[in-house]
């Protein structure tokens, strides 16, 4: 593996167009003359692909693995198993392909997508056959990279449930699909732990996978495993009763262990998922932390066990890698490449000995999102290179700006590729905020090599326009325009910030949540209700006031809200208004209420909600509303809690 490595750092330092068919190409290579000494700082330095839900070809796997190998990345976890498809060929049990690889083409989001009905034609999907899968393990072998396969329970099961529903609890009555979305009630079923036949399923599931995969380690899930059947399930309740176990969270504990022992007794180690923490460890086995900053993988090391990390918050790659604009679809949050290279996995504050049970660190790129090979490559890279710095260095040798120009010549090998890797990095982060009376504009950009140059008479900006250092203070309407430049060459998209005053913009808001400031930025949301323009309320009402800082003569009042069915982000259910000139004693001006239907339009659209007033004047306007309540039967959410979310006050 040494020599392998030591020949991908020659490589990354020659020119990535080489070609060995033409002798006269060699004419031009140039290698800096250098001496290097060079070690990694952990064992395992993966990344993670859900084949499950996007099923990524054969082909995108294969250069996915050269450019891991060229990075220096030693382990490939394939999630091959989930609600949304089951993606390995199992000979003993045919259906698993036949069935459970294929669901219900839907068009929206991810999580906006229905759940598919009894009959429906299923399209969407694939497999990998054994022969196609020791093709991809023997590629990746030969470029020092371990394929650890991940086959999910007893939850994120549907696929399978699908092909062989009788390994459900038998009370669940419902059709069982593949599931094209989240799912919703459907994700809550999952194999039944008190079915015997459901443990000679797997095992012999198992015996074929071990079979496949040369690598020691076996991950069988165990994530997010809702106990709702299990709960009813007289097996299940058998099962609890004759094994002694407290509750359903045992279960699970006894489901895991039961599965681990016959694994163990393959000569294999056992992987899984943080959860398993939430009960009985399985002996040996090697936790994954990605919940709470992956600190939820400690409990495991607290009792001897090796883990790996993978926070959903910094090394998931679904997330938003860059200003929420100019980026593909996802649900929430942002890990940038520069959030990415700079995590440092061990803590200050950790219990000597955690740290040498640490075995590294995994980028997990999770594809509801992912529809061609592009949506994938897209979300890899580069922040796959940050995180193999990360994984590679020691503690202690990060240096941003040499990581970018490492990086500038790293993506030329991405090009020479036919990768389209993300532009993000090049992308300007905006934040508009009321700061005595004005509003203060503030630009960044996570590369500090490049100039920020703006306009503000709508015009496009080009390498001679007005050179940002410091915030701006804007004290009325304005079209501010801005990108990225290094010289006159312009790096990123250009960044519109349209601003509109009325009476209340750039005056203070208070009330419990901490983002109304945002209410009167004077700068409207886009249709993301995470993209930092968005101030929301969860499963409550609520209320907040704005100070107009003297009395104003007041004829209408405007909310901008948001429609996003799939992420149960609803208009309110009815809006109040009150006015006052002390703060203390108000009286209501208008009201508004809206239906269920109204309420719960499919789709994401913004949804402005109009308040006439009778003309009047008042100092304080107070706004309080009503959260829209449970999504209702037919929702993809059903009975789930709903968000409210505002982008504006205007105030006319
Ligand atoms: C996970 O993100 N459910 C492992
Ligand atoms: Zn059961």
Known sequence: AGFYYALQTVRQLLPPDLRKDTNSQTQGWELPCVEITDHPRFGYRGLMLDVSRYFIPKATLLRTIDCMALLKLNKLH??????????????????????????????????????????????????????????????????????????????????????????????????????????????????????????????????????????????????????????????????????????????QGYFMERVSRYVRSKGKTVMGWDELTNSKLPEGAVIYGWRGDGEA????????????????????????????????????????????????????????????????????????????????????YPRLAALAEVAWSEKGKKDWTGFLSRLDRFNLHLSHKGIDYARSMYNIDHKVLPRNGELEVSLSCIRPDLEIRYTTNGDAPDGRSALYSTPL???????????TFNGSEQKGEVLTLPVHFNIATAKPVTGENINTRLLTNGLRGSDRHTDGEWCGWYAQDGSFVADLGERQKITRVSLGSLN??????????????????????????????????????????????????HPQKGRFLKVEFGNPGKCPANHVRAQQDTWVYFDELIVE
């Open 78 to 251: 394939l999630h091959l198993v989930d609600d949304n498809g089951w993606r390995l060929e199992i000979k003993r049990y045919p259906r698993l392909t036949q069935v459970g690889a294929w669901r219900v083409k839907r068009d929206e989001p991810f999580p906006a997508r229905k759940n598919p009905l009894p009959g429906e034609q299923t399209t969407e999907g694939g497999f990998y056959t054994q022969q196609e899968m020791k093709e991809i393990i023997d590629y990746a072998e030969s470029r020092q990279i371990e394929i650890i396969p991940e086959i999910e329970m007893p939850a994120h099961t549907n696929s399978s449930l699908a092909a062989y529903p009788e390994l459900a609890c038998p009370v669940v009555k419902s059709f069982i699909g593949v599931i094209p979305g989240l799912g919703g009630k459907n994700a809550e079923i999952i194999y039944c732990a008190g079915n015997d036949s459901v443990f000679s399923f797997i095992e012999n599931v198992l015996d074929e996978v071990m079979a496949l995969f040369p690598s020691r380690y076996v991950h069988l899930g165990g994530d997010e495993a809702a106990k709702t059947h299990w709960k009813n399930c007289p097996l299940c309740q058998h099962r609890i009763q004759t094994e002694n176990l407290a509750n359903e969270e045992e279960l």
């Open 297 to 380: 993988a400690l409990k495991a090391a607290e009792l001897g066990h090796p883990f790996i990390l993978t926070p959903a918050r910094t090394l998931y790659l679904i997330r938003y890698q860059g200003p929420q604009w100019f980026e593909p679809l996802t649900y929430f949050g942002n890990n940038t490449l520069k959030d990415v290279y700079q995590y440092e996995p061990v803590k200050d504050k950790w219990k000597p000995g955690y740290s040498q049970l640490l075995q590294g660190i995994q980028g997990s790129l999770w594809t509801e999102f992912c529809s061609t090979p592009q949506d994938v490559e897209y979300l890899i």
């Open 473 to 483: 203070t804007i004290a009325g309407n304005c079209n501010l325009k801005a990108a």
């Open 564 to 613: 996003n069915f799939g992420m149960g982000v609803h208009p309110p259910r009815y809006v109040k208004l009150y006015l006052s000139d002390n703060g203390q004693s108000y009286h209501q001006v208008a009201t508004i209420q809206r239906t269920q239907a109204q309420n719960f339009a499919e789709g994401t659209q913004a949804v402005d909600i109009h308040l006439d007033v």
